[in-house]
């Protein structure tokens, strides 16, 4: 009976391996078999043997290994009742070009089962959202042992702030609408396009991400007016925009020191409550135009392609979208 469900397991988990990793491990096979009271786990390694999966595959392939090796067990146990599953942030280790495969893994050989994942990478979060493997998304901004996770949404940020205004601490408004605008200016930046100076660390903060984000935005706004002249097409729309942005963006920049990296948000803490609410009102307004006006989609805009020549600046409903492809002479 053992050997009958280590059969079947091994075989799944084998062709789950290969699938992802089949650019130079297509002949991978695992092995498990009962070995001296225990269950040994042995692995192909490019054809020399089978080893220990901790002898010579690296941590990602070793990721890669428990993931497979999951989706085979549970399978084996719940077959069709398999319908929902979590995994907590289990491909870090993993690079870029296998994440993408997993993607096609899970929704290929998976597709009446529902995945709820959760990570800090936000390099594996575009690759979920580009690779259409997750609907829709939640961020958290913090967490107390009271209330749980707080999440990052719209509604949600603002109505803290303004609950920290209403008790008059302007420094906890601060921090929080900070936080908040580097967060979405992570997001903006890479669905912008915008140039922003490399990090070997990886560390970016306001004053690095925001004003990239607003160049950007103003160079979209104004190849998409351009795209649209071009083409003979009715650009009121497009210079309404960029009018819109140009006085929501004046807003924010009436005082230049309130994005000034080397003085982070110790200078919003010596406004007044009221003052600092106008502070918080220009940002929300000109976050606003550069979303979705559908509440039900309610997105940044992104430029498609991700890579390449832009072609269109739109959010996934296409309640906007802008083409950004001029006509050629």
Same mark, same amino acid.
């Given at each position: ?69 999951? &989706? /085979? ?8 009742? @398999? *319908?929902?599953?979590? =995994?907590? %942030?289990? $491909? ?79 420094? &906890? /408004? ?8 580097? @967060? *979405?200016?992570?997001? =903006?930046? %890479?669905? $912008? ?95 606003? =135009? ?40």
């Amino acid at each position: 009976m053992l050997e009958g469900i280590y059969d079947k397991v091994q075989k799944d988990f084998t062709e789950y391996y290969s699938f992802i990793n089949r650019d130079d491990e297509a002949n991978f096979e695992g092995k498990l078999s009962a070995s001296f009271g225990k269950l040994a786990f042995d692995v192909d390694f490019y054809g020399r043997d089978r080893f220990p999966p901790g002898a010579y595959h690296s941590e990602g392939h070793q990721d890669g290994m428990g993931l497979c090796l999951y &989706l /085979a067990l549970v399978k084996h146990t719940l077959g069709d009742g @398999f *319908t929902l599953a979590v =995994l907590d %942030d289990v $491909l870090m280790s993993v690079d870029a070009g296998h994440r993408r495969e997993v993607c096609a893994l899970l929704k290929q050989k998976f597709p009446n089962t529902q995945f709820v994942l959760t990570t800090h990478d936000g390099v594996w979060l575009k690759f979920m959202q580009s690779e259409k493997l997750v609907q829709s998304t939640l961020s958290f901004g913090g967490w107390t042992v009271d209330s749980g996770p707080q999440v990052w949404n719209e509604g949600h940020v603002w109505t803290q702030i303004q609950k920290h205004l209403a008790n008059d601490n302007v420094f &906890l /408004a601060a921090g929080t609408l900070r936080r908040y605008l580097e @967060f *979405t200016s992570t997001i =903006l930046a %890479d669905n $912008l396009r915008a140039r922003i100076e490399y990090h070997g660390n990886g560390q970016y903060d306001l004053g690095d991400l925001w004003p990239g984000v607003l160049a950007a935005w103003k160079a979209r706004l104004k190849e998409a007016r351009d795209s649209a002249s071009s083409w003979g097409k009715n650009i009121q729309d497009a210079e309404a925009l960029q009018i819109e942005s140009k006085k929501r963006v004046a807003a924010t920049k009436s005082e230049e020191w309130m994005i000034n990296k080397a003085v982070h948000y110790n200078a919003w803490a010596d406004l007044q409550s009221k003052e600092f609410a106008a502070v918080v009102s220009s940002f929300q307004q000109l976050l606003q =135009l550069m979303q979705c006006p559908n509440t039900d989609c309610g997105e940044f805009l992104c430029v498609s392609p991700i890579k390449g020549d832009k072609e269109v600046l739109r959010c996934s409903c296409s309640a906007v979208s802008l083409n950004l492809v001029p006509k050629k002479n």
